[in-house]
């Protein structure tokens, strides 16, 4: 009888411990809180060494402004805010590695990153499955953020820059015989088709693509793709690439051709253009959606916070990533939680006013801004007349 007992007494308290304990095992595997340390750690993904460094150094620089800002009044929920670097070396390899460790060591409430959009697709999937939030301040590729309902950007889709773009050469240079040097990169290629697109569908019957000319992002000889161009009567060259694409074509082009206009990106927009091109890219001009030398009092604080830390002025991107930031921690706030299912659902709430201008995510994540057509006079960046 007594085993009997101590039988049933043994086998009620191994039911209500597995009931308790599978109960807790399920809420913790099932669960989008995020960020039970003493900190809010957001990670900041991008390429902090290499080719590309300037921008995820920028984007990493934008962050721990921002976290400073919000510190110095107290951070958020009762915590600090602390900015967790990963340096993806823009490649979709070292990408996923960072991506999967993010995603194994539930410490992240969300994710600033990554760089160029082929990059950005690679790590999105693992970010999406495992209900991390990643805001893009510089992916353009179309089919980004349709990844999922945790993928955001904050930049414009390709095709709307490029329709700027294509606007300041045809309509702003009144330029017909366009050429187009783009890099191999999926960013490179997929613009490059879209600028094709654009011109075609312009409106303007004059205006064509005379030549295009492919080449290998970082090289330090362009001219045998310059030449093409050139003895095929480009008046007007766009450069699908970033600023250390526009600025080495632009000085080898004006040895051939001192006449030639050159378009680019918001990715060029860099005071690292200025000091890699000098005289050879006074006229370049670009779209951008942030402009550093703006009146708005705002963009003015910022720009001095920023170029008192760091030495240089923000780029576009740079300050896209530093309202990335702003708005995450805004919905993190306002939610009261870092559960990435509630702060998910307040990002698509939310209407923000930052320095790159008023942003609010659509119904799969993007944005829509306006445009500021910018060139550089005297070595320096100013609006277009």
């Given at each position: 009888?007594?085993?009997?007992?101590?039988?049933?007494?043994?086998?009620?308290?191994?039911?209500?411990?597995?009931?308790?304990?599978?109960?807790?095992?399920?809420?913790?595997?099932?669960?989008?809180?995020?960020?039970?340390?003493?900190?809010?750690?957001?990670?900041?993904a991008?390429?902090?060494?290499?080719?590309?460094?300037?921008?995820?150094?920028?984007?990493?620089?934008?962050?721990?402004?921002?976290?400073?800002?919000?510190?110095?009044?107290?951070?958020?929920?009762?915590k600090?805010?602390?900015?967790?670097?990963?340096?993806?070396?823009?490649?979709?390899?070292?990408a996923?590695?960072?991506?999967?460790?993010?995603?194994?060591?539930?410490?992240?409430?969300?994710?600033?990153?990554?760089?160029?959009?082929?990059?950005?697709?690679?790590?999105?999937?693992?970010?999406?499955?495992?209900?991390?939030?990643?805001?893009?301040?510089?992916?353009?590729?179309?089919?980004?953020?349709?990844?999922?309902?945790?993928?955001?950007?904050?930049?414009?889709?390709?095709?709307?820059?490029?329709?700027?773009?294509?606007?300041?050469?045809?309509?702003?240079?009144?330029?017909?015989?366009?050429?187009?040097?783009?890099?191999?990169?999926?960013?490179?290629?997929?613009?490059?088709?879209?600028?094709?697109?654009?011109?075609?569908?312009?409106?303007?019957?004059?205006?064509?693509?005379?030549?295009?000319?492919?080449?290998?992002?970082?090289?330090?000889?362009?001219?045998?793709?310059?030449?093409?161009?050139?003895?095929a009567?480009?008046?007007?060259?766009?450069?699908?690439?970033?600023?250390?694409?526009?600025?080495?074509?632009?000085?080898?082009?004006?040895?051939i051709?001192?006449?030639?206009?050159?378009v680019?990106?918001?990715?060029?927009?860099?005071?690292?253009?200025?000091?890699?091109g000098?005289?050879?890219?006074?006229?370049?001009?670009?779209?951008?959606?942030?402009?550093?030398?703006?009146?708005?009092?705002?963009?003015?604080?910022?720009?001095?916070?920023?170029?008192?830390?760091?030495?240089?002025?923000?780029?576009?991107?740079?300050?896209?990533?530093?309202?990335?930031?702003?708005?995450?921690?805004?919905?993190?706030?306002?939610?009261?939680?870092?559960?990435?299912?509630?702060?998910?659902?307040?990002?698509y709430e939310?209407?923000?006013?930052?320095?790159?201008?008023?942003?609010?995510?659509?119904?799969?994540?993007?944005?829509?801004?306006?445009?500021?057509?910018?060139?550089?006079?005297?070595?320096?960046?100013?609006?277009?007349?």
């Amino acid at each position: 009888m007594k085993k009997k007992l101590l039988s049933a007494v043994l086998t009620t308290a191994l039911v209500i411990s597995c009931l308790s304990g599978c109960g807790e095992t399920e809420k913790e595997e099932g669960s989008s809180e995020r960020n039970s340390g003493e900190t809010i750690q957001i990670a900041v993904a991008g390429p902090m060494t290499g080719d590309n460094a300037e921008y995820g150094i920028g984007f990493a620089n934008a962050a721990e402004l921002m976290a400073k800002e919000w510190n110095e009044k107290g951070g958020v929920l009762g915590k600090q805010i602390e900015i967790v670097k990963f340096d993806d070396k823009n490649t979709s390899e070292e990408a996923t590695t960072i991506a999967q460790k993010i995603v194994s060591d539930k410490k992240v409430a969300g994710v600033i990153g990554h760089f160029a959009s082929g990059v950005c697709m690679t790590a999105a999937p693992i970010y999406q499955e495992n209900q991390i939030i990643e805001i893009s301040p510089s992916s353009s590729h179309a089919d980004y953020s349709g990844i999922g309902d945790y993928i955001f950007r904050n930049n414009t889709v390709i095709a709307k820059e490029g329709a700027a773009s294509v606007d300041i050469a045809i309509n702003d240079l009144e330029k017909k015989n366009i050429g187009i040097i783009s890099i191999m990169t999926d960013w490179g290629t997929n613009t490059a088709e879209i600028v094709k697109g654009l011109i075609a569908d312009s409106g303007d019957a004059e205006a064509k693509v005379v030549a295009h000319e492919e080449v290998m992002e970082g090289s330090d000889d362009y001219t045998s793709a310059i030449t093409k161009l050139d003895e095929a009567g480009a008046d007007v060259v766009i450069c699908c690439g970033m600023y250390n694409l526009v600025a080495p074509v632009a000085k080898q082009y004006k040895q051939i051709n001192p006449e030639i206009e050159i378009v680019a990106f918001s990715n060029a927009y860099s005071q690292q253009l200025i000091e890699l091109g000098g005289e050879a890219v006074e006229g370049v001009r670009f779209p951008v959606i942030f402009f550093s030398e703006s009146e708005d009092e705002n963009v003015r604080n910022y720009v001095e916070a920023y170029t008192a830390e760091y030495g240089s002025a923000p780029s576009a991107l740079t300050s896209q990533a530093y309202d990335s930031v702003g708005m995450l921690l805004t919905a993190i706030e306002e939610t009261g939680s870092t559960d990435s299912e509630v702060v998910k659902a307040k990002l698509y709430e939310i209407e923000y006013e930052g320095v790159t201008g008023f942003t609010k995510f659509d119904s799969i994540g993007d944005v829509d801004k306006e445009f500021v057509k910018v060139t550089i006079q005297n070595g320096k960046f100013v609006k277009m007349n």
